[in-house]
């Protein structure tokens, strides 16, 4: 089981807005990164620290944390947003949420 | 440029031991606040954090599979060895080493990962 809880699925269509969440106990109290995966391919980081961006992310992604819930936001989603998207919760530990597949139809 | 490497077998036995050597290149473990982690992977399943050791020899194990677990570093091979022991099939999984964003648990470079299948 995981401590942090994504939607298994989300769809949306190209040039829309998508949002994945990842909700935990006291997430406001800790940092959270998000990964997108691809098929066949390693996890790349996208957003760490809640909402900053590593360099090369495109400004589309976005993040933010409130309460228990922490979301990613992809603006204007393309087709080459289509991946696994894991939430990453850490203070003096760290856990991964269950991962979101994002679909783009 | 940062890039991390796995390396160690692709198929154990039950009840085996694993070793897998994460193979660092592009910056030191002997570098103050440098940090490499372990997270695997089971086929179509989700992250699992496994391991972080620090430059300073400091080590976290996830509470979960704590006591069969062991991480380790050797500085002048600049690689990082992961032992599990106990193995079991549902430990089947690409395992991955990354490099740990210095003040953090985030993880900014990932290896290619290793695929270690567990059968007999």
């Known amino acids: 089981s995981h401590e942090l809880t994504q939607p298994p699925s989300v769809s949306v269509s190209p040039g829309q807005t998508a949002s994945i969440t990842c909700s935990g106990d006291?997430?406001?109290?800790?940092?959270i990164s998000w990964y997108q995966q691809k098929a066949g391919q390693s996890p790349a980081l996208v957003i760490y620290q809640d909402s900053k961006r590593p360099s090369g992310i495109p400004e589309r992604f976005s993040g933010s944390n409130s309460g228990n819930t922490a979301t990613l936001t992809i603006s204007g989603t393309q087709a080459m947003d289509e991946a696994d998207y894991y939430c990453q919760a850490w203070d003096s530990t760290t856990v991964f949420g269950g991962g979101t597949k994002l679909t783009v139809l | 440029q940062i890039t991390l490497k796995e390396s160690g077998p692709t198929l154990v036995r039950p009840t085996q031991t694993l070793t897998l050597t994460c193979t660092l290149s592009?910056?030191?473990?002997?570098?103050?606040?440098?940090?490499v982690g372990w997270i695997r992977q089971p086929p179509g399943k989700a992250l699992e954090w496994l391991a972080l050791?620090?430059?300073?020899?400091?080590?976290r194990y996830s509470p979960s599979l704590n006591s069969r677990l062991t991480v380790a570093k050797d500085t002048s091979k600049n690689q990082v060895v992961l032992i599990m022991t106990d193995m079991d099939p549902v430990d089947t999984a690409t395992y991955y080493c990354?490099?740990?964003?210095?003040?953090?648990?985030?993880?900014?470079?990932w290896g290619q990962g290793s695929l270690v299948t567990v059968s007999s």
């Open positions: 006291r997430l406001r109290d800790r940092y």
């Open positions: 050791i620090y430059w300073d020899d400091d080590k």
């Open positions: 592009g910056f030191s473990l002997s570098n103050t606040g440098v940090g």
């Open positions: 990354a490099h740990r964003m210095a003040g953090t648990f985030t993880f900014d470079y």
